[in-house]
């Protein structure tokens, strides 16, 4: 906890520069200059006292870096102080610059928030039929966006949503904090998000995004599905150095929801994620699905510390949603008072409507979990595969987890095929192969097959 407690030190007052400062010593930071023009919110009538509605500030300003892409795009800086505003776009080569202690505060009454669409790849609102609400911040079709700060805070303000969608209120799927769609060159940092509606941000269909030194906050509890970082059908894509603790997965890697999923046809590939804290108490710390329908391949995920989580890391699928979970690379996780640690399940049952092809059954093979450490797990592993999704070439090598469970079916295992490699504790399920450090075989599995799933605890 003490290396926790300084990592989130260090990430709080990170910087643009990479540099480390505690906030109590520093004075007013001055901004840098990203661009080769910079205005200010208050030069378009921006007022920051919490009060005063400022979206057509921010739409001016926004109009104004339109201009500017043959000259390198323009900076909007957001100055000291509580601005708030209805949902607005960005645009290409733009950088959007929070200062320290400014904070863009969303409205809260949905009749601001725009309808759109539903994304192609879902076919549905995620939560209702037709359209679904904008995301506050959005960008769609861009190139070379920039949102940075001396980690100012961009601010949902979600308690109203949450609360009407436990109420069932609202006839449209909420809107994400931050949602980018079809672009490239994003880059995010230093910067904190915190109580969005949904999930919080949430990348498109883009290619070449970095999210970096980012703090994502929501309550832990009766914040629904307030996701962290939700890379969707995403291509080369890198979530590094961030403290994320959410009322729903930190980080959900998706790409598409059964069939529509399947016909929209776009991966998520090439994601490495690392050098990260989470914390989930009603999810996972790091998912992949359950909306994989596209695929999900190349992904890895080191340097993981999951503390005070209902589980650590997750891959949920099932039948209709088609696609593959493949070559997935974990390593050097930390588990931290987690109830499970390892979960892969193929039964997650949830579907956009009854047109999906239960013969569609996702692919899941060449996973590995190398480095996997903790204290404080009741179920360090549990791998449920079916007989119409086993789970194919999984390895696990140098694992030692702390329990607080001490009977039987602690390494739980159904339709799985793959190898350990050396020595672990917990001892591994009946269903893997065992081979030695030197990678020869010591021991054939009998039986892929074996089911010892126990869901009571």
Known sequence: MAAFASVF??????????????????????????????????????????????????????????????????????????????????????????????????????KYWPLMPPLPSYGYGREHIGPRYGSFIHGQNLKDVVITGHNGTINGQGQTWWKKYRQKLLNHTRGPLVQIMWSSDILISNITLRDSPFWTLHPYDCKNVTVRNVTILAPVFEAPNTDGIDPDSCEDMVIE????????????????????????????????????????????????????????????????????SRRAVRIKTAPGRGGYVRDIKYRNLTFDNVRVGIVIKTDYNEHPDEGYDPKALPVLRDISFIGVHGQGVRVPVRIHGSEEIPVRNITFQDMSIGLTY????????????????????????????????????????????????????
Request: charged share 20%.
């Open 9 to 110: 030190l260090w990430q709080r007052n990170a910087v643009v520069g990479g540099f480390s400062f505690f906030k109590w010593g520093v004075s007013t930071r001055p901004i840098p200059r990203l661009r080769p023009v910079a205005f200010n919110l208050t030069d378009f009538g921006g007022v920051g006292d919490g009060l005063t509605v400022n979206t057509e500030a921010f739409e001016r300003a926004v109009f104004a870096i339109s201009k500017l892409g043959k000259r390198g795009g323009g900076q909007l800086n957001v100055p000291p102080g509580r601005w708030l505003t209805a949902p607005f776009n960005l645009t290409s080569h733009m950088t959007l610059f929070l200062a320290e202690d400014a904070e863009i505060l969303a409205l809260e009454n949905e």
């Open 241 to 308: 150095d961030c403290y994320i603790s959410v009322g729903d997965d930190a980080i959900a890697i998706k790409s598409g929801w059964d069939q529509y999923g399947i016909a929209y046809g776009r991966p998520s590939v090439n994601i490495l994620i690392r050098n990260l804290v989470v914390r989930s108490m009603v999810s996972a710390g790091v998912s992949i699905g359950s909306e994989m329908s596209g695929g999900v391949s190349n992904v890895t995920v080191e340097n993981l510390l999951v503390w005070s």
């Open 406 to 457: 001490k009977k039987k079916h602690i390494f739980q295992c159904a339709f799985v095929h793959g190898r350990v490699i050396g020595s672990i504790f917990p001892a591994p399920c009946e269903n893997l192969d065992l081979y030695d450090e030197q990678g020869q075989l010591v021991k054939r599995s009998a039986s892929q097959n074996v089911t010892d799933i126990d869901y009571d605890f």
